[in-house]
C-alpha cells in the first residue's frame, strides 16, 4: 500500500508563502505612497544662484521682490510635463527685477525643458545685451513657458532682442508679456534657417516701439534629427497680440516689418506645418509694412492699420508664399493696403471676406469676392479707424456698411475661433472685415 504524501506543515506552508506575501505587501505600499511633494523655495538677490542648480522637477523657486544683478542662467535643468520647474516674481506687491549686463545674456536658457517664467521684469537699462535667449550652444530648448513677464530697454541696438532662439525649439508658450523700447522683441529662429521654432504658441502679448521687428520668425532649413523634436505637421499659433510700431524704428535698409514669418521646411518634417495668425492687431509703421509672410500661413480676423505705408504682403523672402488664406481681415494701408505676389501657384491662394482700405485701391486687386475701397472712405463706413493710438482704434462698422448679400469662403473647420470676430462676439450677419456689428 503506497504510502501517501503528508501535506506540508503550518509552518512549511508559512515558509512556502512568507517571501510572495511580503513582496506584495511592499508593492501595496509603494502604490499608496503619495508622489513627492512639489517644493516652493524661496529665495532673494543674494542667495538665488546657489538654488538654481539644486532644482528638481515640480519645484517652484519664489523670488523676492529685488533687483537681480546677476542674470538667470538656466543650463540643463529639466522638469517633466506633471511636474514643470517654475521660477516666479512676486504676482502683487512689488518686482523681482533682473537688470542687463554690458555684453551678457540677462536670462539664458541651454538645453531646458517644461520650465516656467513669470512674473519677473527685465530692463536692459540700454546697455548692449539681450533679455532672454536660448543659447546656440545648446541642443534645444523645448516646453517652455514665458508668461507675465515685462522686459524693456534692450535697445542698445536693432540687434538685441528682448526674446530669441538659437537652438531648436518647440511647444514654446510666450504669453501675456508687455515688450518695449528693445532692438527687435520676438527673433525666433537663426538666421541660416537652423534653429527651426516648431509648435509655438504666442499670445496676449503687447511688443510697442521696437528698432527692428516686433516679431520675426525665421525661415527653416531642413529639420536636424533631434529626439522629441515634432515630425508630423503642427502649428504655431499667434493670436490676440498687439503689435505696435508707431514711435517710428530704423529705416532704409535697416526697416523691418512688425511681423515677418519666413518659410517651412521645403521638405521632410516640417514642411506642411502652418501659421495661424488670427485677432492680432497690427498698429503703424514708419517706415515698413505691418506683416510680411511666405510659406503655409492662415490669417483671419486681424486688424491692419498702416497709414505711413503698406499693411501686408505675401511676397518672396527666402522661398515663396504656398498654401495662403487670408480671410476676414480689415486693412488700412497707405499705398496697397494688401499684396499677393510671386506665390508658388502649385498651392491654393483663397483672399475672401476682407474690408481693404488702401490709398490706392488698384493695387490691392486681388482674386476672391473683398471690399476694397479708398482709404478716406475708411472714416465713412468704420467708427473710429484713424485714433492716434491703438487702445482708442474701433473698426467696428458704421450700421451695415460692411454687409454682403451672402456668406463668403467658410475657413477650415479645425480652426479655432472661426464663428467669432475680433473681439469674441459671434459673427451673424455675412459681412467684410474682422469686426461684426
Same mark, same amino acid.
Given at each position: 500500500m503506497p504510502?501517501?504524501?503528508?501535506n ?5 506552508r ?7 506575501t511580503?513582496?506584495?505587501? #511592499?508593492?501595496?505600499?509603494? /502604490?499608496?505612497? &503619495?508622489?513627492a ?17 539644486? #532644482? ?10 529685488g533687483?537681480?544683478r546677476?542674470?538667470?542662467s538656466?543650463?540643463?535643468?529639466? $522638469? ?5 520647474i517654475?521660477i =516666479?516674481?512676486p504676482e ?23 520650465? =516656467?517664467?513669470r ?11 539681450h ?5 546656440g ?8 513657458t514665458?508668461?507675465?513677464l ?8 536693432q540687434?538685441?532682442n ?7 525649439? !518647440? ?6 508679456? *508687455?515688450i ?6 520676438l ?14 504658441f ?6 510697442e ?5 516686433? %516679431? ?13 523634436? &515634432?515630425?508630423t505637421?503642427?502649428?504655431?499659433v ?13 529705416d532704409?535698409? %535697416?526697416?523691418?516689418?512688425?511681423l515677418?514669418?519666413?518659410? !517651412? ?7 506642411d506645418?502652418r501659421y495661424?495668425v ?9 517706415? +515698413? ?7 503655409n ?16 504682403s ?7 508664399p ?10 488700412l494701408?497707405l ?6 505676389s ?5 498651392? @491654393? ?13 488698384? @493695387? ?6 473683398? #471690399?476694397i475701397?479708398?482709404?478716406p472712405?475708411?472714416? +465713412?463706413?468704420? =467708427? ?13 462698422? *458704421? $450700421? ?10 467658410? /475657413? ?9 470676430d475680433?473681439r469674441?462676439k ?5 459681412m ?6
Amino acid at each position: 500500500m503506497p504510502i501517501p504524501k503528508a501535506n506540508p506543515s503550518p509552518t512549511k506552508r508559512m515558509r512556502i508563502r512568507t517571501p510572495c506575501t511580503f513582496l506584495v505587501f #511592499l508593492l501595496a505600499l509603494l /502604490l499608496a505612497a &503619495p508622489a513627492a511633494a512639489d517644493r516652493v523655495r524661496t529665495a532673494d538677490p543674494d542667495n538665488y544662484r546657489q538654488i538654481l542648480n539644486r #532644482l528638481q522637477p515640480g519645484d517652484t523657486l519664489q523670488l523676492a521682490a529685488g533687483i537681480y544683478r546677476d542674470g538667470l542662467s538656466l543650463h540643463s535643468l529639466q $522638469g517633466t510635463p506633471d511636474r514643470p520647474i517654475t521660477i =516666479t516674481g512676486p504676482e502683487n506687491g512689488g518686482t523681482a527685477l533682473f537688470l542687463g549686463r554690458e555684453g551678457r545674456i540677462t536670462i539664458s536658457l541651454i538645453d531646458v525643458s517644461h520650465i =516656467t517664467l513669470r512674473h519677473l521684469s527685465l530692463d536692459g537699462e540700454g546697455k548692449r545685451g539681450h533679455g532672454i535667449v536660448a543659447e546656440g550652444r545648446g541642443r534645444f530648448t523645448h516646453d517652455v513657458t514665458l508668461e507675465n513677464l515685462e522686459i524693456t530697454r534692450f535697445d542698445a541696438d536693432q540687434a538685441f532682442n528682448a526674446i530669441s532662439t538659437k537652438a531648436p525649439a !518647440w511647444n514654446w508658450v510666450i504669453r501675456d508679456n *508687455v515688450i518695449s523700447h528693445v532692438g527687435t522683441g520676438l527673433y525666433l529662429g537663426d538666421s541660416d534657417g537652423s534653429a527651426p521654432f516648431v509648435a509655438g504658441f504666442i499670445e496676449g502679448n503687447r511688443i510697442e516701439h521696437t528698432t527692428g521687428y516686433n %516679431m520675426q520668425i525665421k525661415h527653416q532649413a531642413p529639420r536636424p534629427d533631434l529626439a522629441g523634436l &515634432p515630425t508630423t505637421p503642427r502649428e504655431t499659433v499667434i493670436r490676440n497680440n498687439v503689435f505696435d510700431k508707431s514711435l517710428g524704428g530704423s529705416d532704409g535698409p %535697416m526697416a523691418r516689418p512688425n511681423l515677418l514669418l519666413g518659410h !517651412w521646411p521645403l521638405e521632410g518634417p516640417g514642411k506642411d506645418d502652418r501659421y495661424l495668425v488670427y485677432g492680432n492687431l497690427f498698429f503703424q509703421n514708419l517706415t +515698413e509694412r505691418l506683416f510680411q509672410a511666405e510659406g503655409n500661413v492662415i490669417a483671419y480676423n486681424n486688424l491692419f492699420v498702416n497709414l505711413f505705408g503698406e499693411a501686408v504682403s505675401f511676397q518672396a523672402h527666402n522661398d515663396q508664399p504656398r498654401r495662403i488664406w487670408f480671410v476676414n481681415n480689415t486693412a488700412l494701408g497707405l499705398g496697397p493696403a494688401l499684396r499677393l505676389s510671386g506665390a508658388d501657384e502649385r498651392f @491654393e491662394q483663397i483672399i475672401d471676406g476682407n474690408a481693404i482700405f488702401a490709398e490706392r485701391p488698384e @493695387e490691392s486687386a486681388l482674386p476672391g469676392e473683398n #471690399l476694397i475701397t479708398s482709404l478716406p472712405r475708411a472714416e +465713412e463706413v468704420l =467708427t473710429n479707424p484713424f485714433a492716434a493710438v491703438p487702445d482708442a482704434l474701433d473698426l467696428s462698422p *458704421v $450700421g451695415g456698411s460692411l454687409d454682403r448679400a451672402a456668406a463668403g469662403i467658410r /475657413l477650415p473647420p479645425d480652426l479655432p475661433a472661426t464663428d467669432q470676430d475680433y473681439r469674441g462676439k459671434p459673427r451673424g450677419q455675412a459681412m467684410y472685415g474682422a469686426v461684426a456689428r
